[in-house]
């Protein structure tokens, strides 16, 4: 009996390394820079080409299945994650980092069936590093198959976040206090590498033992997610409860003991949700 997500995973790999030759190949070019919500929100005419290629590449396969995507959303779609197959796309997963030409830029697919994460795929496409994880079959790079370190003194672990600019001057005060607690505890240190994703999967290999971010969104979650937790590490909210892809927020790490310790060091700010915030 043929299995219909197996084979909806195959095609997102053969689509997700044709989008990341596109990203190559636009590194070799001028890049042409927009703002969206603010001077340091940006989006390029490779995140939309990428994302559209991707869409059009799995709706021509697959058209009865729904669709959230960076820049559909921003262009005005809806971000409501329903019981419908869906795909949950990030086209330029650092996009920041792509405009800089700063080496952690990648391609991010979750596939959810029933609200539930059946899959996902993180391309690190410069690195030429491809994450998959399907449920219940485990988390690879490269085909091989990759574990959390197992790590569970926070004391001894590489954290990972992410820094940004914030509109509300007190939210930038608790990102930054937050950080000043992680480091404080101590810890061997904290890394930014600048894309969600990629952050996931790097704790999911065992190169860092937690990341934790607020204000990011289920496209930058969803194919990591799969990976992170296919790795055998815990994923759960900032508050310490349980993972909500359309939260805007997340701890990953390689125990549930740091998980919880990073949870009790951080002070939660507002960040809104994707499915009513728009």
């Known amino acids: 009996m043929s299995d219909p997500w197996q084979e909806c995973m195959d095609h997102c790999v053969e ?22 919500s603010s001077p340091v929100d940006l989006v390029t005419e490779t995140d939309q080409k990428v994302e559209q290629l991707i869409i059009s590449s799995i709706k021509e396969k697959y058209p009865a299945h729904s669709f959230i995507g960076e820049e559909s959303v921003a262009a005005g779609a809806p971000s409501v994650l329903t019981d419908n197959p869906t795909w949950i796309i990030d086209p330029i997963d650092g ?27 993180v ?7 491809m994450y998959t994880a399907r449920k219940g079959k485990g988390a690879f790079c490269n085909g091989d198959p990759i574990k959390v370190s197992g790590q569970e003194d926070i004391s001894q672990s590489m954290v990972l976040t992410e820094m940004n600019f ?17 480091l404080t505890i101590p810890v061997h240190g904290i890394r930014s590498p600048g894309s969600a994703a990629v952050n996931m999967c ?5 190169a860092a033992d937690a990341y934790y971010h607020m204000g990011i969104h ?7 997610a799969a990976v992170v ?9 900032t508050s310490g409860g ?10 990953v790490a390689s125990s549930r003991a740091i998980a919880q310790r990073v949870a009790k060091e951080i002070t939660e700010f507002p960040v809104g949700r994707d499915d009513t915030d728009g």
């Open 218 to 224: 289920c496209w930058d979650m969803a194919g990591g």
């Open 123 to 129: 391309y690190s496409c410069i690195e030429d590093k």
């Open 242 to 251: 349980p993972f909500d892809l359309m939260s805007r927020r997340l701890i």
């Open 166 to 182: 914030h509109k509300d001057p007190g939210h930038f005060k608790t990102m930054m206090a937050n950080i000043e607690n992680i």
């Open 15 to 36: 689509v997700t390394n044709k989008a990341g030759q596109m990203i190559r190949e636009a590194l070799q070019k001028d890049i042409a820079v927009m703002q969206k």
């Open 202 to 206: 790097l704790v999911a290999c065992g």
């Open 95 to 121: 996009t920041t980092n792509f405009v800089h030409r700063f080496p952690f830029v990648s391609v991010s697919i979750g596939f959810t069936v029933k609200k539930e994460i059946e899959f996902g795929i």
């Open 229 to 237: 937790t296919e790795a055998g590490g815990v994923i759960m909210d």
